[in-house]
């Protein structure tokens, strides 16, 4: 008996310095530890390259996007039947933000697909017909989704202006949901108790 202890308290040691050596060097991170910018700098806006369709021009975009005191980041694939709910439902979210809080909110969409794999003119067919109005954008090197751990498509994150992430949630996420989130980062949320 006294032997297992010893062997659990030796190895409880070990597990804990572990744990101190991953916290000094920054945590569990998704990628390799060469990119410093995923590893030092885990806050503050990135960019994403967008792509020329309906409300969107062939740009990079800042995440989040400059005078934007909080955006609704939604992420997709084309061949994901539940992202097209997701996506009407930040429509229908983004059109009742909009008329509340102007250019205060931004909408962006991001496309699991690296550029080549799914060809821009499908992103930009789909986009269009599933109702989006805004920018929409490719992140190649999987930057947006490491470094606010998106799971993958159908996911939402609010992001307040700062670049932290307030919220991030796998859908179809609902409407009434998105614009909470959205006005919780604004400070105008309805605080019902629930």
């Known amino acids: 008996m006294n032997r297992r202890e010893l062997v659990a308290g030796v190895g ?6 572990g744990a101190g050596a991953v ?3 920054g945590g569990f991170g998704s990628g390799s530890g060469s ?21 969107s021009r062939d740009e990079s975009i800042r995440v989040p996007p400059e005078g934007a005191d909080a955006a609704l980041v ?17 429509a229908d979210a ?9 250019d205060a909110v931004r909408f962006l969409s991001v496309t699991i697909h690296p550029p080549g794999t799914v060809p821009e003119n499908e992103v930009r067919d789909w986009w269009a ?6 920018p929409v954008a490719y992140d190649p090197e ?5 470094r606010y751990g998106v799971p993958g498509p159908t996911s939402s994150v609010a992001i307040d ?4 992430s307030c919220w991030i949630d796998t859908g179809p996420n609902r409407t009434d949901t998105m614009v909470e989130q959205v006005e919780s980062i604004l400070g105008t949320a309805d605080d019902t108790g629930e």
Do not use: K
Request: glycine share 12%.
């Open 94 to 102: 983004r059109e009742r933000l909009r008329d509340e809080y102007g």
């Open 12 to 17: 409880s040691v070990g597990v804990l310095g």
């Open 161 to 164: 202006g700062d670049g932290e």
């Open 129 to 134: 017909e599933y109702g989006g109005e805004w």
């Open 23 to 25: 916290l000094l060097r």
């Open 74 to 90: 939604s992420v997709f694939s084309t061949n994901c039947d539940p992202c097209e709910e997701e996506v009407a439902n930040a």
């Open 35 to 55: 990119d410093s910018e995923t590893n030092d700098e885990p806050s503050g806006p990135l960019t994403v390259d967008a792509i020329d369709a309906p409300g």
């Open 142 to 146: 999987a930057r947006f989704r490491e």
